[in-house]
């Protein structure tokens, strides 16, 4: 067999059999499987008799005689050992003893929970599993969990992708042609990994639009597609509002049926945030529900805590009308590990998401594509029963509730998004930047949201003290806005950039005002194609480029010149500069940090009760890079891989400089831990009880045996519990409630108000 069916892993093999005569008859064939015995000869190690029809051409094979081999069956001693030690055995299967060897191990498996009832898992045997005509398929899949496909039976939670027509009349057409219509239905995918198109405008249709908006232009009013013109960023975003008006009316008729509809937002390689598919598509209400995926041990990104920055990008979308979010969460096996799925799947219900999608729980067994779970992995298996039925435990407190809003927030730009081109497999190092800046705001305990320039501009800023910008263009509209906000007492942390072109592609001599700076030049690392990228404009990968990377610069900033009031607490010396760096000429602006040549890294300037900072460098990138061993990227499927790797070990110094010294003085986090890298949120519920949810992410690797949580603000409570531990002694002080739980990997508190 070796030669034969070698392979990187598990396999579906299915023996053909050719008569003499045809009869149109099953197949019988009794089937020996041996192994060399190492004496010269052969060890039968299957023997089995199989009878049916062979499985059918062009789609998955499904059929009694159909058999899961591993790719490599006779391992020798050492390989053997590692098998034990991290998998399991090799062992030949036929279709149906699989499925029912794996639903007897999950009948095994403690029972956590019920299986939710409002909370709804999508996908569970999804892609092929389904397909195996046979009893122990359903039942497996309610054994997991499911309750939207066996489960939901009769109840409106059907699923359906790839509908890409937004035309009513065709969506008409498919209702009709539906037995009950969309009775059933809940959930439309227009596509997977798509964006909103970009439709054809006319000059006229351009000139109209810009009028309603009240854009005023001097120039002579063309539709362009050249980017540098002046109004290629309005022309840009008129065709997709264009475009997006098509779907809207498609998103209008399936709500009146009671329909949501959305479409994949695939991350790679970027994992970017931007605006216009993470908050423009939901305001234009052109679908209504935000949807995203983790993937992440695909692509060496710092870490799966990566699943709280989508997820909050599309919250950001989802908060105009309140919508709940859709996560593709991937138990896939081999590729991610329990450990990791279970901390996405948390971390994704964390930060909004109120359905979760596995894309594909199906053994491999009876998979259809290249996405399943190992039949033998148990260890996945049971990650995903557990935290299939710990829904069931904590739906109430997160169906009904709602993210608590931050004080801090990360912004998103059009402008930039449209004159940057910045794409999943662009350079894209202003969303390196966020992406920075949000893990080190998580691992300072501190929460964030993402906001748009149309936020700020429309005074949706106001409850928040700090906002980081990282762009390089910025609507003049919005310096404006962020002017007052600052004025108004609110403080501005700009990383390279700043926003000093406006959405005309012209100099913006406010931005200039904004942060005293009278000229600014960004240059980049003239080795960064040569030596990291190898091609232009492709992507910085954190866990790949960070920990050998050579800085173009050291940069150190102090306290010392500003005096008191300043939010800077210490001096932080020799930190790297990453990639870009922006050479700034002060005008009125407080010279805070320089160069090695002694040259403007960092300035800030006052403006009535706040504060406005630019950094001419990347320092939430030198704060990634202080947490990353030099190691080679993988795709390995153990929790030691570097694929798998959690950073523990970043400069605690640098992290307070960037985030803590620009916090107000009267900062409260929500909720307080004793040890490092657990990541917490708040989920208020107002009705039909007053709770709060907390759920809690360790991202350290190790088990916490004890953790101390203070939860601010909460004077008492008439029950507190957690998922895995049930009702817990807690202590309340003066405004605040302390619990003290062990801590795995991820678990969450409820708490009666």
Not at 247 to 263: N, W
Not at 439 to 465: C, K, M, N, W
Not at 625 to 649: C, E, Q
Not at 721 to 733: A, C, D, Y
């Amino acid at each position: 067999m070796g030669q034969v069916l070698d392979a990187l892993h598990n396999l579906k093999w299915a023996p053909r059999a050719i008569y003499k005569e045809a009869s149109g008859k099953e197949i019988i064939l009794r089937l020996q499987f041996a192994i060399p015995d190492g004496r010269g000869g052969l060890k039968t190690i299957k023997d089995i008799t199989v009878k049916g029809n062979p499985p059918r051409h062009g789609g998955a094979p499904y059929s009694p005689i159909v058999f899961e081999i591993p790719g490599n069956i006779a391992p020798n001693a050492d390989v053997t050992a590692a098998l034990k030690e991290r998998f399991w055995l090799p062992k030949i299967r036929t279709q149906k003893e699989a499925v029912d060897w794996l639903l007897e191990e999950v009948r095994k498996f403690p029972n956590v929970g019920p299986t939710p009832k409002r909370f709804l898992l999508y996908n569970i045997l999804g892609f092929g599993g389904r397909s195996f005509d046979d009893p122990a398929t359903k039942q497996l899949a309610l054994a997991l969990g499911d309750n939207t496909w066996v489960g939901g039976t009769g109840q409106k939670r059907e699923l359906v992708a790839h509908w890409r027509d937004p035309n009513p009349a065709s969506i008409k057409k498919r209702e009709t042609s539906r037995t009950g219509g969309f009775k059933d239905l809940l959930v439309v995918s227009y596509g997977d990994e798509i964006h909103l198109p970009s439709d054809p405008v006319t000059d006229e249709e351009f000139a109209a639009w810009l009028k309603q908006r009240g854009v005023k232009y001097s120039g002579a009013v063309k539709f362009t597609k050249t980017k540098g013109q002046p109004l290629y960023y309005y022309s840009q975003i008129c065709s997709k509002e264009k475009g997006g008006r098509r779907f809207a009316a498609g998103t209008a008729y399936y709500k009146s049926k009671g329909v949501r509809t959305g479409a994949n937002y695939s991350p790679h390689s970027n994992y970017l945030v931007n605006e216009l598919d993470y908050i423009r598509t939901f305001k234009l209400r052109a679908m209504s529900l935000p949807w995203s995926e983790d993937y992440v041990w695909q692509i060496p990104e710092f870490s799966v805590q990566a699943m709280g920055y989508l997820t909050s990008g599309l919250r950001a979308g989802a908060k105009y009308d309140n919508l709940p979010i859709h996560m593709y969460v991937m138990p896939h096996s081999p590729g991610n590990t329990p450990r990791d799925f279970r901390l996405s799947y948390y971390t994704a219900i964390a930060h909004g998401a109120k359905h979760i999608d596995y894309f594909c729980a199906s053994p491999l067994a009876t998979g259809a594509t290249e996405n399943y779970i190992a039949t033998d992995d148990l260890g996945m298996w049971r990650q995903v029963h557990a935290c299939s039925h710990e829904a069931g435990v904590f739906e109430d407190y997160i169906v009904d509730g709602k993210v608590r809003q931050a004080k801090v927030g990360l912004l998103l730009s059009s402008v930039d998004d449209i004159m940057t081109g910045v794409s999943n497999s662009t350079l894209a190092m202003h969303n390196n930047e966020r992406k920075a800046l949000y893990y080190a705001l998580r691992h300072s305990e501190t929460p964030v949201d993402f906001l748009s320039e149309d936020d700020v501009i429309e005074g949706r800023a106001q409850g928040y003290r700090l906002i980081y910008v990282t762009q390089q263009w910025l609507h003049s509209k919005a310096i404006d806005a962020l002017r007052k906000w600052v004025v108004a007492g609110g403080t501005l942390v700009a990383m390279t950039g700043g926003g000093f072109k406006d959405e005309f592609n012209r100099p913006n001599p406010k931005a200039g005002e904004l942060y005293g700076i009278k000229s600014e030049r960004l240059t980049a690392d003239p080795q960064l194609v040569s030596k990291y990228l190898l091609e232009a404009n492709r992507p910085f990968l954190t866990k790949q480029d960070l920990p050998l990377y050579e800085p173009i610069d050291y940069a150190t900033w102090t306290s010392d010149t500003v005096g008191k009031d300043s939010p800077f607490i210490g001096r932080v010396r020799d930190v790297p500069v990453i990639v870009w760096k922006q050479i700034l000429s002060p005008s009125d602006s407080t010279v805070m940090g320089w160069y090695k040549n002694g040259q403007p890294a960092v300035v800030a300037k006052s403006h009535g009760k706040g504060r406005a900072y630019l950094f001419g460098f990347l320092p939430g990138q030198a704060y990634l890079k202080s947490g990353l061993p030099i190691a080679p990227p993988d795709r390995g499927s153990t929790d030691d891989s570097n694929a798998h790797f959690l950073p523990t070990t970043m400069d605690v110094n640098l992290r307070a400089r960037i985030i803590d010294d620009f916090l107000p003085i009267t900062n409260l986090r929500p909720v307080e831990c004793d040890s490092p890298l657990v990541e917490t949120t708040c989920i208020d519920t107002i009705k039909p009880k007053k709770r709060l949810a907390v759920p809690m992410m360790n991202y350290s690797g190790k088990k916490i045996n004890m953790l101390t949580l203070k939860i601010n603000g909460i004077k008492k409570a008439s029950s507190v519990r957690s998922v895995k531990h049930g009702k817990l002694k807690v202590i309340f002080g003066d405004d605040y409630m302390t619990v003290r739980l062990p801590l795995d990997i991820a678990d969450m508190l409820l708490i009666d108000l």
